[in-house]
């Protein structure tokens, strides 16, 4: 089993308000969120992740939230400083901030430039007004532009826009002017994905009116997939557009079970070493995320995954890809023979969820769309 390339993943965990539809691990900020704080607790992470790392080459940075565009230039100038400090970040390593629009004001988007980052995630969702409001969302059509506009103009060229479809009240027309504003605007790489009513969100305890159906859901990803190829964004991944040469190559090295180091709370981290793969998490919660790294608390116990649990996870990444796997991949990055794959694809084949290229396995349209079903055929005590 070879070691795969090596990522950092540093989770910023306030936002302005919390989204009713969002399940990640974010928090209101209020008046004065600890920022300093937070920011002294991240700069004692890394220094207990770069033991993890043990020299190795750090190919991608992503800074996720919440919202980190909360966090001012120089405070991202001074996380970003202490990753060059205590891990060997490679050569024109990639290195993404997610901002909201309404939010990047906090300084100006040269200084985040300065400070590092060269790939802007932008959290537009909708260009329509309206339904951003339903979405909970504090800004408007406007501000998504003004924010792309604000980047390129300080020097950052690599911008992703997140988009979602499948809103209440959303028809085909609404989703495909949605993807059309946003390649006006020229990004690299356009984001597009359905929304979901997650467990422990507002929108799943109170679903909101108008949801489509899976029949209607489908017929608007159906129409939309065809208008971002036609505009020059190819799909790599279930909800990944890019233009030619411009993937995200920080998410590509998850989708192929590479191994990111993590720091912040709540983040989750996965490693290969001697041993094997393991997975580890930091605390969720803000405060108690501090007070352990003020403690001298590792906070982070391993859990090492092996057997079948190895094969699902690397099935549950790697199929979400259009372009599938090689089997060479898997045996680098699982440590197992892809001959133990055979009799599930084959199956899988026959139901013409996937099929086989010169050197591996890749879904079919079909595939992608019951994804969820392929990927359960790889649950432990399955395979």
């Not at 399940?23 to 890394?46: E, V």
């Not at 084949?349 to 079903?373: C, I, M, Q, Y």
Request: aromatic fraction near 8%; glycine fraction near 10%; charge should be negative.
């Amino acid at each position: 089993m070879n070691v795969p390339p090596l990522s950092l993943y540093v989770h910023l965990p306030w936002c302005v308000r919390k989204c009713p539809y969002c399940d990640f691990n974010s928090h209101t900020a209020g008046d004065d969120p600890p920022r300093r704080r937070y920011l002294d607790a991240l700069l004692l992470d890394l220094e207990q992740e770069s033991q993890k790392a043990l020299g190795r080459q750090v190919e991608t940075v992503f800074l996720g939230g919440g919202t980190p565009s909360l966090f001012t230039p120089d405070e991202i100038a001074r996380l970003l400083e202490g990753v060059r400090h205590h891990l060997v970040l490679a050569e024109g390593a990639e290195i993404t901030m997610e901002a909201n629009p309404g939010t990047v004001d906090c300084g100006d988007p040269a200084g985040y430039r300065e400070a590092g980052v060269n790939r802007l995630s932008i959290g537009g969702q909708s260009f329509n007004d309206e339904l951003l409001k339903r979405l909970g969302r504090i800004h408007s059509g406007a501000d998504v532009r003004q924010a792309v506009d604000a980047a390129r103009a300080a020097g950052i060229d690599n911008i992703n826009i997140d988009l979602m479809h499948g809103l209440p009240g959303q028809g085909p027309d609404a989703a495909l002017s949605d993807i059309r504003a946003a390649a006006e605007l020229g990004p690299a790489h356009i984001s597009w994905y359905q929304l979901t009513l997650e467990p422990n969100t507002v929108f799943f305890a109170r679903p909101p009116e108008g949801m489509p159906d899976d029949d209607r859901a489908f017929a608007i990803q159906d129409m939309g997939q065809e208008l971002l190829a036609s505009l020059g964004f190819e799909q790599y991944e279930v909800s990944a557009y890019a233009r030619a040469g411009e993937i995200c190559r920080h998410n590509l090295n998850y989708w192929q079970f590479g191994d990111y180091l993590a720091v912040g709370a709540g983040a989750h981290g996965k490693m290969t070493d001697r041993d094997g793969i393991y997975r580890y998490a930091k605390p969720a919660n803000p405060l108690q995320y501090m007070n352990c790294l003020e403690a001298g608390d590792t906070n982070g116990e391993p859990r090492t995954i092996e057997g079948d649990e190895v094969v699902f996870e690397f099935m549950l990444n790697a199929l979400r890809l259009v372009d599938g796997f090689d089997e060479r991949l898997y045996g680098e990055r699982t440590g197992r023979d892809a001959s133990e794959l055979d009799e599930i694809m084959a199956a899988a084949s026959e139901k013409r969820l996937v099929v086989r290229d010169e050197s591996g396995w890749r879904p079919t349209a079909l595939g992608r769309r019951f994804l969820n079903d392929l990927q359960a055929e790889f649950l432990p005590g399955k395979c």
